[in-house]
């Protein structure tokens, strides 16, 4: 160090280190405190609605239609279920095949040019996943399977496109969880004789699978909480239905129509919104609970 890096050292300014400690509480205390004002916010609206409705027939009827003052939520859960479970058919197969391509088969500079492709499927609005599911997805479907079978509107086109638009989510935290599995474990795989293939199946993947795990669940709230796919590709009405080919309304898409439309303040319909939009985020907080514990149970630790 000269001399006059040594100057230059002693004059700069140091900010002081609880200064720093007590700016990152606060920043923690700021989202903690939105977190809460958002439970609180749909927990005063939803007391309106359970006022007039009756929690068990909302977790248990199998009808929603406020015109007739029936609200039972399970076929908007259903088809948010079904829509969810789709998109991880696609999203989590293909997103652990290219984590494990790009953390261990791809060179740099494959890696480079692959990683911003899966990005820009990230960056795409969602609005327009939902056209594509809408204009290319289904009138794939019903090519495949038939007219009469499939029809325009319809959980499984919308579920196939969140499946897309999950992967880079899913690929990203996966080969994150992917390379921090020592590279001494694939040596030793390789000593004994492994292919590469072997290392990446036996060795590397159960080493990383807590954060495989986390990286699934994540996608799955992601999936549970999309809207405007399902709003505009999965159907605009209840309907407690098994067949991925037919329309069914998800709660996302439920809200954004209610949201949108005529229905008069403070009423019970559009109190529902906030019933079901505290339900959501009991289903996320759940998936994050399990989320953290699987990745406390079956961390890996290594020094």
């Not at 002693?10 to 958002?38: D, M, N, R, Y």
């Amino acid at each position: 160090m000269t001399l006059t890096d040594r100057k230059w050292y002693k004059s700069k300014p140091i900010i002081h280190e609880s200064f720093i400690q007590w700016f990152l509480i606060a920043c923690a205390a700021v989202s903690i405190f939105i977190t809460f004002g958002i439970v609180f916010i749909l927990g005063k609206e939803s007391l309106l609605f359970f006022s007039e409705v009756s929690i068990v027939e909302f977790l248990t009827s199998t009808k929603w239609q406020p015109m007739i003052e029936e609200f039972g939520v399970l076929p908007l859960l259903n088809s948010t279920l079904i829509t969810s479970f789709i998109a991880m058919l696609v999203a989590a197969p293909i997103g652990l095949c290219v984590a494990i391509y790009l953390s261990e088969y791809a060179s740099d500079r494959v890696r480079r040019i692959l990683k911003p492709i899966l990005e820009i499927l990230a960056g795409i609005p969602t609005v327009v996943y939902g056209y594509f599911a809408l204009t290319f997805m289904t009138p794939l479907l019903r090519i495949i399977f038939g007219q009469n079978t499939v029809d325009i509107y319809n959980t499984a086109s919308a579920g196939l496109v969140m499946g897309i638009l999950i992967l880079p989510l899913v690929t990203s935290i996966t080969e994150d969880a992917l390379k921090a599995v020592p590279y001494s474990l694939r040596e030793a795989a390789y000593g004994l004789g492994a292919t590469k293939l072997e290392t990446s199946i036996s060795v590397v993947v159960p080493a990383a699978f807590s954060g495989i795990a986390a990286a699934f669940i994540l996608g799955l709230s992601r999936a549970v909480g999309e809207t405007m796919i399902v709003a505009l590709a999965a159907g605009a009405g209840p309907n407690f239905t098994f067949n991925p080919f037919e329309a069914a309304e998800t709660l996302t898409g439920y809200i954004v129509r209610i949201s949108g439309g005529d229905i008069s303040y403070n009423t019970v319909d559009y109190n529902s919104i906030f019933a079901l939009g505290l339900l959501l985020f009991f289903m996320t907080l759940i998936l994050n609970i399990i989320s953290r514990s699987l990745v406390r149970r079956f961390q890996e630790v290594y020094d």
